[in-house]
């Protein structure tokens, strides 16, 4: 069974982290890409944030345009674990040709990078800004 594109592409990026020993490193020992917190998770681990997918059709060619956030929870006390693991995600992108379920890649970068901390818990928290095109035949 064919998933729409924004899943095809989340899969995709799953499949990529999970595979890289340096991210897993960073992560604490292996890759943890969640839709949500998981209660009671230590960090480094990953949330899918905001994410938005639009209509980019042209000349008949079924297109998207999509933009995706990773939100990464850092360790209490250290910005920079979830800035690390966020600057090895960016570079795996910009790396590694992906392959998508029923669906072909024409473009995916690491559109920007930002910090914050969470006003209620007190988190550090970076998020990586995805960019991508996805077409289906």
């Known amino acids: 069974m064919v998933s729409g594109p924004l899943l095809a592409l989340r899969a995709a990026l799953i499949g990529l982290f999970a595979a ?18 998981p209660p009671g998770a ?17 000349d008949g060619a079924l297109r998207h345009r999509h933009s995706h956030a990773l939100i990464l929870v850092a360790r209490p ?6 800035l690390d693991a966020a600057d090895r995600m960016a570079a795996l992108v910009a790396q590694s040709p992906l392959a998508l379920a029923g669906h072909t890649l024409v473009l995916l970068r690491a559109a920007g990078i930002a910090v914050h901390r969470d006003e209620r ?7 990586l800004m995805l960019e991508a095109v996805t077409e289906t035949p």
């Open 77 to 82: 006390g250290s910005a920079r674990t979830a």
């Open 121 to 127: 818990s007190g988190e550090a928290r970076t998020t």
């Open 20 to 37: 890289d020993t340096g991210l897993a490193r960073l992560m604490g020992g292996r890759v943890r890409i969640h839709d949500e917190p």
């Open 42 to 58: 230590p960090p480094v681990y990953a949330l899918f944030g905001p994410a938005e997918m639009r209509d980019d059709s042209v």
